[in-house]
């Protein structure tokens, strides 16, 4: 599969079972939502999905390249935004993303082509000489994106993206990644605790308490069209 697999993984944090048979596909071009409430275990499924932390069991697989074989394969294909800034405030949003695209070993003209491209998908362009102190929330979270597709990676993780942003910046930053999805091709793995960042039309997968409690297009989960509500009655902690 060239998008995202995900197949029977479990992790132990010491006597806790933080994550417990968790399976997830997503297909190529697919945003999926992982819908969970704080504690779920949707950063440490991200932690593994970044390599931050090793695999204990089950199989990840990113773009085709299995994790634990081929470590440095399966994460090139991945770019990563994380809930903590990445860019350097004091520095214009050109430089951030040179800096960005050096790590990737990524120079000279062609640098400059993909930082002009990355910042033209999400719409930042005219705000690349620009001090990402002097950005709005969204601006920087857009830059943020930009700097995440300098090495086009195949594969997309955001880590509730659109924390400590005001409702019509949310509203731009979804969008966005929607149709990086749906026009790039991008495949998309969307962490929120936020059901009203999620369309009707979007793969969702339900977490809570380690476990994956539905996974299905939200229409279907929320036939009513509430998803809000259906998302509070499936992780509703018992009175």
């Known amino acids: 599969m060239s998008g995202l697999a995900i197949e029977g993984v479990s992790h132990d944090h010491g006597a806790r079972r933080a994550l417990d048979a968790v399976s997830l596909r997503v297909a190529p071009g697919q945003f999926c939502a992982l819908l969970g409430p704080n504690g779920a275990g949707k950063s440490t499924l991200f932690s593994l999905l970044t390599g931050l932390a090793a695999l204990q069991a089950g199989r990840i697989e990113i773009a085709g390249h299995d994790i634990a074989r081929r470590p440095r394969a399966a994460l090139t294909r991945l770019g990563v935004v994380f809930q903590q800034a990445a860019l350097d405030p004091e520095l214009p949003v050109m430089a951030n993303l040179r800096y960005a695209a050096a790590l990737h070993g990524i ?76 026009q790039g091709g991008l495949t998309v793995l969307w962490a929120t605790h936020l059901a009203d960042e999620v369309a009707p039309g979007d793969q969702v997968a339900v977490m809570h308490r380690g476990h994956i409690l539905a996974c299905a297009v939200a229409r279907d989960i929320a036939p009513e069209g509430d998803l809000a509500a259906r998302f509070l009655a499936m992780t509703a902690e018992p009175a």
């Open 107 to 182: 120079g000279g003209r062609e640098a400059g082509r993909r930082i002009d491209a990355a910042l033209a998908r999400v719409s930042m362009a005219e705000r690349a000489r620009e001090r990402v102190r002097d950005l709005n929330g969204g601006h920087r979270r857009r830059a943020e994106i930009a700097r995440a597709l300098l090495h086009r990676p195949s594969v997309l993780l955001l880590d509730e993206p659109t924390v400590g942003l005001d409702a019509a910046s949310r509203a731009a930053i979804t969008a966005h990644v929607h149709d990086l999805a749906g």
